[in-house]
């Protein structure tokens, strides 16, 4: 069986970041149910880790990483750009939360610190230079 990932790169490399992170997030959710789907059909032995081959779907990491660079390039120069790059930041931490409940528990550390990034962002834009 082929390996799917998700997001698909036609999909991801198109539009606005806004709309780039709305696919990224479509492709968690559709990468979740995959994920879960398969684990409730194979019994799990605890001690047998699944090899690559075994893989039927994976997470395109490369374009949520490309996504997060460009959000971190984003100016911060007034108080409309920070909001703006904190409210972007957030929404990929809400990717993040999808992937984190696709058995990925060790994806808390990396939505907890764009949320924190985003919280500094938010209040620093309420403050005058």
């Avoid at 069986?1 to 790169?9: G, I, R, S």
């Avoid at 559709?30 to 090899?51: G, Q």
């Avoid at 409940?101 to 610190?113: C, G, I, P, Q, W």
């Amino acid at each position: 069986m082929p390996l799917t990932f998700y997001p698909h790169l036609e999909d991801a490399q198109k539009g606005t970041l806004l709309e780039r992170i709305d696919v990224l997030m479509e492709a968690a959710e559709r990468y979740k149910a995959i994920i879960l789907d398969e684990s409730h059909k194979v019994p799990l032995d605890p001690n047998k880790r699944m090899v690559p081959r075994e893989l039927t779907a994976a997470y395109n990491w490369e374009e949520i990483a490309r996504v997060l660079r460009q959000i971190r390039e984003q100016p911060e120069g007034n108080k409309l750009d920070k909001i703006k790059k904190g409210d972007l930041l957030a929404k990929l931490a809400e990717v993040y939360e999808v992937l984190r409940a696709a058995k990925m528990s060790k994806l808390e550390a990396v939505r907890l610190a764009l949320i924190s990034e985003s919280n500094q962002l938010r209040s620093g834009a309420g403050q005058v230079a």
